[in-house]
Structure formats: structure tokens, C-alpha cells
């Protein structure tokens, strides 16, 4: 997880970056799929044409997710080249996204502490606003989708920047290395289905209800909400681990939280 001030937006007026993301998110989404219903099993070796091959797709966008699930710790990188799949079960899971809910409070309650410059909150607002207009529709297309993933990155690095704490934002990047802890694990892995949208509404709010909090000087809400947001996605995570397709990337047996 990075954090440049000046990363993550959308580019909206060339088509052809548009259309690149959105092949980028489409193919972490699959891959997710896979690793998720246990298609790819623990250990299994992954090689970027072989995925191209099984998913239809252009070798950019199987290599950047590729890469970016190596960065957030669903595969490790082979010695020989490409990837194999990483090991977890359901309490590694759940309690890497407790352990990112639990810092990202901290920072908020941070930055609600400490203040935040009137240009790093404007640039939240900013965010938070392009989400809400991504959200209108009442059926997100895959664009809107993407778009959603690359905002809701952008809303995680800009909470870690408001604690104005180094320290705390090293260990949230820390943690987002660990299996489905990243801000898009949940996203991506309940993206179907016909409360979607709903969840991201929810989790939308939560986001403006923490940001209220911190301009408010409300700490200790402000901490409360962002580990009801990790809680949030334990919840649909779970729902996802569940569902009919569902076969767990699961060696140790552990079983989902109710």
C-alpha cells in the first residue's frame, strides 16, 4: 500500500486507461474468484500465461493482478518465476482485517486528535464525493466498479496520511500485505450478487460518518467507526467464504465466523 499524495484518482477522459483498469480489475476479480473457491489450491503453482489462457485475457492485466495479490499476500513469488498460492484459513483472515481495522482506528482517532490541513481533508471530501457519484446508479457497471475499487484505495491511503503519524502508516501497509486485509479484499471477493451495491452504500457511509467524526474532534468515534468498517467486512467476507461456490483456501480446517 502506498501513500503519494497525489496517486489512486481516476483518469475519466482517456478511454484507453479507463479500459486498462478495468481489464486490471476484471482479472483480480477472477483470480480472487479462484483463490477464494479454492479452484487454485494452496501451493499451486501460477504462471502469467497460463492464466491467460484459463481467463481469455491479455497478458498486462493478468500480470498487474497478478502482482498485486503477491502485494497483498494470496501469492508469493517463485524463485524459478511466477507464483504460488499462499496458504491461509478463515481466523488468518479475519484476524488480518481485525488487525487493519484496529490501526486504521487508531489513525483515525489520530487525526481527529491531532488535526488534519484543511487540504488533506478538502482532498477526502474530494474522494468521498466522486465515490457517491460512482454509487448512483442503482446497478453498478463494471466501470463504476473499477472506479470504486481505485476510490476506495485512495479513502484508505488518505485516513493513514491524516494520523500524521509514520508509524501508524507503515504498519497499515504492513498489514494490508496480509490475505484479504487490503481495503478492496472484501470488495472484490462480494463484488456479485444483488446486495453489491448495498454493501458498498454501507461501507460508503461509514466512511463519511468517520470523516465526520475526525472533523468533529471526535476521537474516540471516529476510532469506533473505522473498526465497525474492518467488522463490516469480517461480515460480508464471511458471507462470500460461504456461499455455494465457496471451497476454502483452508489447510489448518478452520472453520467461518458465524
Same mark, same amino acid.
Given at each position: 500500500?502506498?501513500?503519494?499524495s497525489?496517486?489512486?484518482?481516476?483518469?475519466?477522459?482517456?478511454s484507453?486507461a479507463?479500459d486498462?483498469?478495468?481489464q486490471?480489475?476484471?482479472?483480480?476479480?477472477?483470480?480472487r474468484?479462484? +483463490?477464494l473457491?479454492g479452484?487454485?489450491?494452496?501451493g499451486e503453482? +501460477?504462471?502469467e500465461?497460463?492464466m491467460?489462457?484459463?481467463l481469455?485475457m *491479455? &497478458?498486462?492485466?493478468?500480470?498487474?493482478?497478478? /502482482?498485486?495479490?503477491? !502485494?497483498e499476500g494470496?501469492?508469493e513469488?517463485?524463485?524459478?518465476?511466477?507464483f504460488?498460492v499462499?496458504?491461509?484459513? !478463515? %481466523?488468518d483472515?479475519?484476524?488480518?482485517?481485525e488487525? &487493519?481495522?484496529?490501526? !486504521?482506528?487508531? $489513525?483515525?482517532? =489520530?487525526a481527529?486528535?491531532?488535526?488534519?490541513a484543511?487540504?488533506?481533508?478538502?482532498? @477526502?471530501?474530494g474522494?468521498l464525493?466522486?465515490i457517491?457519484?460512482l454509487?448512483?446508479p442503482?446497478?453498478?457497471s463494471e466501470a463504476?466498479f473499477?472506479?470504486? /475499487?481505485?476510490?476506495?484505495?485512495?479513502?484508505?491511503?488518505?485516513?493513514?496520511?491524516? *494520523?500524521? %503519524?509514520?508509524l501508524v502508516?507503515?504498519?497499515?501497509a504492513r498489514?494490508c500485505t496480509?490475505? =484479504?486485509a487490503?481495503?478492496?479484499? =472484501?470488495? @472484490? $471477493?462480494?463484488? %456479485?450478487?444483488?446486495?453489491?451495491?448495498?454493501?458498498?452504500?454501507?461501507a460508503q $457511509?461509514?466512511h463519511r460518518?468517520?470523516?465526520?467524526?475526525?472533523g468533529a474532534?471526535q476521537?474516540? &468515534?471516529?476510532?469506533?467507526l473505522?473498526?465497525e468498517?474492518?467488522?463490516?467486512?469480517h461480515?460480508?467476507?464471511s458471507?462470500a467464504?460461504?456461499?455455494?461456490?465457496?471451497?476454502?483456501n483452508?489447510p489448518?480446517g478452520d472453520?467461518?465466523t458465524p
Amino acid at each position: 500500500m502506498k501513500l503519494p499524495s497525489d496517486a489512486g484518482r481516476l483518469v475519466y477522459n482517456t478511454s484507453s486507461a479507463e479500459d486498462g483498469n478495468n481489464q486490471t480489475v476484471r482479472a483480480l476479480l477472477r483470480l480472487r474468484e479462484l +483463490i477464494l473457491g479454492g479452484a487454485l489450491a494452496p501451493g499451486e503453482r +501460477i504462471t502469467e500465461l497460463a492464466m491467460v489462457e484459463r481467463l481469455g485475457m *491479455s &497478458r498486462t492485466p493478468i500480470r498487474t493482478a497478478l /502482482v498485486r495479490l503477491q !502485494e497483498e499476500g494470496l501469492l508469493e513469488g517463485l524463485p524459478a518465476g511466477g507464483f504460488s498460492v499462499r496458504a491461509f484459513g !478463515e %481466523s488468518d483472515i479475519f484476524d488480518a482485517i481485525e488487525l &487493519r481495522g484496529t490501526l !486504521e482506528g487508531l $489513525a483515525a482517532r =489520530f487525526a481527529a486528535e491531532r488535526g488534519v490541513a484543511p487540504a488533506l481533508m478538502q482532498e @477526502m471530501h474530494g474522494c468521498l464525493a466522486r465515490i457517491d457519484e460512482l454509487l448512483t446508479p442503482q446497478r453498478l457497471s463494471e466501470a463504476a466498479f473499477a472506479g470504486y /475499487v481505485e476510490e476506495n484505495t485512495r479513502f484508505h491511503e488518505l485516513l493513514a496520511l491524516m *494520523s500524521a %503519524s509514520t508509524l501508524v502508516q507503515r504498519q497499515i501497509a504492513r498489514a494490508c500485505t496480509l490475505p =484479504f486485509a487490503s481495503p478492496n479484499g =472484501f470488495v @472484490m $471477493a462480494t463484488h %456479485s450478487g444483488a446486495r453489491a451495491r448495498d454493501r458498498l452504500v454501507i461501507a460508503q $457511509a461509514q466512511h463519511r460518518a468517520a470523516v465526520q467524526a475526525i472533523g468533529a474532534g471526535q476521537g474516540a &468515534r471516529a476510532e469506533a467507526l473505522m473498526q465497525e468498517h474492518a467488522r463490516h467486512a469480517h461480515h460480508n467476507l464471511s458471507e462470500a467464504r460461504r456461499g455455494p461456490a465457496a471451497q476454502p483456501n483452508n489447510p489448518s480446517g478452520d472453520r467461518p465466523t458465524p
